[in-house]
């Protein structure tokens, strides 16, 4: 059974034009979700880099890179909020920052780790 919208498409001479571009943008949005996440190192109680920009629905990857320390990257605000509860050594958190804005990702354990992030739109 066809939806009404489909067969409307189809029965229009210009139904393929829409049809492909909503491929296309589909495959690109696709390739956007499967790129690679930015990683951030967890070493000797810093964020490494110790800032990042990003787009809206990029991911970060929190990698603790410290041999025998605990790490607990964590975000807390109105609008985003994750936290990684403790990661031990060798451990990886992915996040998905999908709201624009300035955020600061902090250590639950090295309160003097600081990680700022933009997201832009």
């Known amino acids: 059974m066809q939806s009404g919208l489909l067969r409307a498409l189809r029965q ?7 049809f492909a571009a909503a491929i296309v943008t589909g495959a690109l949005a696709g390739a956007a979700l ?6 951030i190192s967890q ?5 490494k880099p110790a800032q990042i920009s990003i787009k ?3 991911v970060l990857r ?5 041999g025998e320390l605990l790490h ?3 975000l807390s ?3 985003f909020s994750f936290d990684s509860g403790d990661q031990q050594p060798g451990s990886k958190f992915d996040v998905t920052f999908s709201v624009p804005g300035d955020y ?18």
């Open 12 to 18: 229009s001479q210009f139904g393929r034009v829409p």
């Open 34 to 39: 499967g790129a690679a996440p930015y990683v």
């Open 43 to 47: 070493k000797d109680r810093e964020f």
């Open 56 to 58: 809206r629905g990029e």
């Open 62 to 66: 929190f990698v603790n890179d410290d």
């Open 72 to 74: 607990h990257a964590y």
């Open 77 to 79: 605000t109105e609008t």
């Open 104 to 121: 600061t990702v902090l250590c639950g354990i090295h309160p003097k780790m600081k990680l700022a992030v933009h997201v832009a739109k």
